[in-house]
């Protein structure tokens, strides 16, 4: 378990330099009491671990910049690669304020030569354009409570052509005219680099109208020989089409055809409760097992805000099952479709 007595953890990323497990995560002081003022206070900080379960915390890679910038108010989730030159990569989400006080998101880069000292680079690189994807206005034209466009994935592309980004983002047009389609325009947001400097956006890999607002912090990954797109998405950010089954947010995975799709986003399955958040797969680099982690969300309606120790990660027929060193947690169907945990 990483937890800091002091401060909230949550969303997080991890990179493996081949001797090190590397933990990048928010983290926003206890001191602000309410955690949901946390999103306005967040920096990104930094942990090494030689077996993903005890975590050394070392210098913070990011702060916020000083105004006016796209990173003036908060650095949120991200990434790290390395550049064939040797440079490591980080692609981060800036929060900023506009005069309005909606929560606008765009995205940056930092560079290092040894994962411990970052610089950013003048951004952003990526913004929304209002015309593929959704940008922030007032009511009533407005849809949505911010303008939705971070949590940068970053891959290279599987025929080496080049690299590609994964991005929250919200379709700049509606499943229908329907004004209750307004919420469901969730979509895979994608854009394409050749020397992750300079980038191109290009159209979503996913349609709106498959149930969600918004697919949070998106992971290409291939489970035992399946390939999975792994999103995040809260109750609260759902369509009302699913809201009416019942089912609850957390972590999803939709099964996909390869990283860049197509995906069942409509047929996506919530693999654990809603007191589990941003789960991301790791490669246990000795094993070769696929392991799986997540930050611990809300459990009896008080956040919680630590990450989890490493779990394994089979697949359980559609299901998958997680298994932690004390005992397993098996899938649960709840006859929605929903796939909860619980202990044999």
């Known amino acids: 378990m990483f937890r800091l007595p002091e401060a909230w953890v949550w969303d997080f990323w991890t990179v493996d330099d081949g001797e090190q497990y590397h933990l990048f995560f928010l983290y926003a002081s206890r001191a602000l009491r309410d955690p949901h003022a946390r999103h306005y206070r ?103 409570h911010d303008e939705a466009f971070r949590d940068p994935w970053v891959f290279a592309d599987p025929d080496r052509d080049g690299w590609h980004m994964l991005i929250t983002a919200r379709s700049a047009v509606g499943p229908s005219s329907d004004p209750a389609d307004r919420v469901d325009r969730g979509v895979v947001g994608h854009a394409w680099s050749a020397d992750l400097e300079n980038w191109e956006l290009r159209e979503p890999l996913s349609a709106p109208g498959q149930g969600f607002g918004q697919l949070e912090v998106l992971q290409p990954f291939v489970v035992d020989g399946r390939q999975v797109l792994l999103f995040n998405c809260l109750a609260g950010d759902a369509s009302d089409r699913l809201k009416a089954t019942g089912t609850e947010g957390g972590v999803w995975i939709a099964s996909a055809e390869s990283p860049l799709g197509p995906y069942d986003i409509a047929g996506a399955r919530r693999i654990d409760d809603p007191s589990l958040y941003v789960g991301k797969f790791i490669t246990d680099r000795e094993s070769g097992e696929t392991k799986f982690m997540a930050f611990r969300n809300e459990t009896g309606g008080q956040f919680i805000g630590e990450i989890t120790d490493p779990y394994a990660v089979t697949w359980d027929g559609d299901g998958l099952a997680l298994v932690r060193v004390s005992r397993r947690l098996t899938p649960v169907n709840s006859g929605s479709g929903a796939v909860s945990l619980a202990p044999e």
């Open 42 to 144: 967040a920096s990104i900080g930094h942990a090494v671990s030689h077996d993903l379960v005890k975590w050394e915390r070392v210098v913070d890679a990011l702060v916020r910049s000083d105004a006016p910038a796209f990173d003036d108010c908060a650095t949120w989730t991200g990434s790290v690669v390395r550049h064939p030159d040797g440079r490591w990569f980080m692609f981060y989400t800036g929060a900023s304020l506009n005069a309005f006080g909606a929560n606008v998101q765009s995205i940056g880069y930092a560079t290092s030569t040894d994962l411990m000292v970052w610089d950013k680079a003048p951004g952003p690189v990526l913004s929304a354009d209002g015309e593929i994807y959704e940008k922030w206005a007032p009511a009533p034209e407005g849809n949505w």
